[in-house]
């Protein structure tokens, strides 16, 4: 029919996938250690076990938590043992570092859970867009993952994107 309207990105084969859809749910949480620190520098272990019993636990519940040090003080590997102990059982995940660690570490855990057999010989846009924190190391090891399958990767939208990888 001469004048009708097609939807070309619909009939172009191309797979968009988003990080939507892989971003496991639940609350983020991050604690920081500065502040139980004698002048934000020193762990004193008798303030840092009264603070670790004062603390409210029950926050961390079903959380994914990144547990860090907001300065360069020098915290000694038992420390961060004590906050394992009192978040196992608790926490979804827990991580040494900051919140985007935390995502990158998250997120690459869900690709190489991910089974990217589906995918095989296709062309597929991975959706730059997002109200999400995916971070850079996330785009990085979505890449990797998805090459040994793909006949194409691009990033972006179907109707602007930047082509990532090819097959020859």
């Known amino acids: 029919m001469e004048g009708e309207i097609r939807n070309k990105v619909a009939s172009s084969g191309l797979i968009t996938l988003s990080f939507n859809d892989f971003y496991p749910k639940g609350v983020r949480k991050a604690l920081d250690l500065q502040p139980w620190l004698y002048e934000g520098m020193i762990l004193r272990e008798k303030e840092f076990r009264t603070h670790l019993q004062n603390h409210d636990w029950a926050q961390y519940k079903g959380a994914y938590v990144a547990v860090y040090c907001g300065t360069d003080a020098i915290i000694p590997q038992w420390a961060y043992m ?75 939208e179907a109707c602007s994107t930047v082509p990532i990888y090819k097959r020859k």
């Open 82 to 156: 004590l906050i394992g102990v009192a978040l196992e059982g608790l926490a979804e995940k827990i991580v040494y570092g900051s919140p985007e660690q935390l995502e990158a570490l998250v997120l690459e855990e869900v690709l190489n859970q991910t089974d990217f057999s589906p995918y095989k010989d296709q062309r597929v846009i991975l959706k730059g867009c997002s109200d999400l924190p995916i971070p850079p190391h996330a785009y990085l090891a979505f890449a990797a993952r998805l090459k040994p399958f793909a006949k194409s990767i691009m990033f972006g």
